[in-house]
């Protein structure tokens, strides 16, 4: 292999920078040509490909956001897109890539596998939802992204005596919460890997009330539904007066922390060393801190589950 191919693909995340710097410099070191692709895969099928050198991932290993840019492309899930994508491929003689996303990047990079092409995935999400790997590039970052502004909240929600809801990301996975809610000793977590009943949570918030405690956090997962429609409720059901703040975009930037930032050079590099071995179609990821490969489709066709021992301990922390 003489020519290998990087690109980022759907929300972007902290950290992806740093993978994109590894996966570079280590195959450059291996005296492999690197070429960078623009935009996702929407950039793989119009052609927008570079070749980078040392020198295009200096200074950025401390940024947020992608230097490559990103895009979620409806084309490249058709046959015909993918088609497209290989042909400039093989126009530009990369023989093999890696691919830094989430759950529908590594689809794209399954079908690439799947017609013979080359290609590791590289879990990189703020979502930390891509099973084969215990983190995913990003959620280190998101988190404390989340923590530093619950932080702040909290300070106001003291003063005026009330309760906080407080909506995060995460699409259909409650890590993001689930970890916020436990770092901020939060009243409640309602999360879409565990079915919650509005009038526990009510109940929980006028316990907490007759011991004194007149305000709160609850931190609401996206993949639940809207914080405006847990506010309302609780406000309906128990008077308290209360506030929601959806933190939004907020958290997919920020410069990466240095466990995201150590994370993405060691999972780009070793994707670098996957397709070196001639390996194809496998992902990436770290478990237990030693790092692991497995078959894309196995990943793909597996469920992303919370770690449920750390749920309970929320519970048992927040009685
Ligand atoms: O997958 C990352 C993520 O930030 C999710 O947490 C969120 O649901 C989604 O992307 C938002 O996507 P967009 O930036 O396209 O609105």
């Known amino acids: 292999m003489k020519r290998i191919g990087v690109l980022t693909s759907g929300g972007d995340s902290p950290g992806m920078n740093a993978a994109i710097r590894a ?24 052609g927008n490909i570079k070749k980078l050198e040392l020198g295009s991932v200096g200074d950025i290993i ?83 992204t989340i923590i530093g502004a619950i932080d702040k909240i909290r300070d106001t929600a003291t003063s005026h005596e009330r309760t906080y809801i407080i909506e995060v990301m995460g699409r259909d996975a409650g890590d993001l919460a689930l970890w916020a809610g436990l770092a901020d000793g939060a009243e409640t977590i309602l999360i879409p890997e565990a079915k919650h009943e509005m009038e526990d949570v009510v109940q929980k918030l006028k316990r907490g009330h007759e011991r004194g405690k007149k305000h709160s956090i609850i931190i609401v997962a996206e993949g639940v539904g809207s914080g405006g429609d847990v506010a309302n409720k609780i406000e309906e059901m128990t008077g308290f007066e209360t506030r929601v703040t959806v933190l ?32 194809a179609g496998r992902t ?27 749920y309970r301990l929320s519970e048992e922390l927040s009685i």
């Open 23 to 46: 996966v570079v410099r280590k195959g450059m070191f291996h005296n492999l040509e690197v070429y960078g692709i623009y935009n996702g895969y929407a950039g793989l099928i119009a």
């Open 248 to 279: 939004g975009h907020i958290q997919r930037g920020g410069s990466p922390t240095a466990a995201d930032r150590v994370l993405a050079s060691r999972l780009g590099a070793r994707a670098v060393e996957l397709l070196l071995e001639g390996k």
């Open 62 to 144: 401390h940024r947020g956001g992608t230097m490559l840019y990103s895009a979620r492309c409806e084309e490249f899930k058709t046959p015909e897109g993918q088609k497209k994508g290989i042909e400039q491929l093989k126009k530009f003689g990369i023989e093999g890539l890696v691919v830094i996303g989430g759950d529908g990047s590594f689809q794209g990079a399954k079908k690439l596998t799947e017609q013979g092409y080359p290609t590791i995935g590289v879990p990189g999400t703020i979502d930390n939802d891509i099973p084969g790997t215990d983190f995913t590039i990003g959620f280190d970052t998101a988190l404390n």
């Open 284 to 310: 990436v990821g770290i478990e237990n801190n030693k790092l692991v490969d497995y078959d894309i489709t196995e990943v793909l066709g597996r469920k992303h589950a919370i770690d449920e021992g750390m």
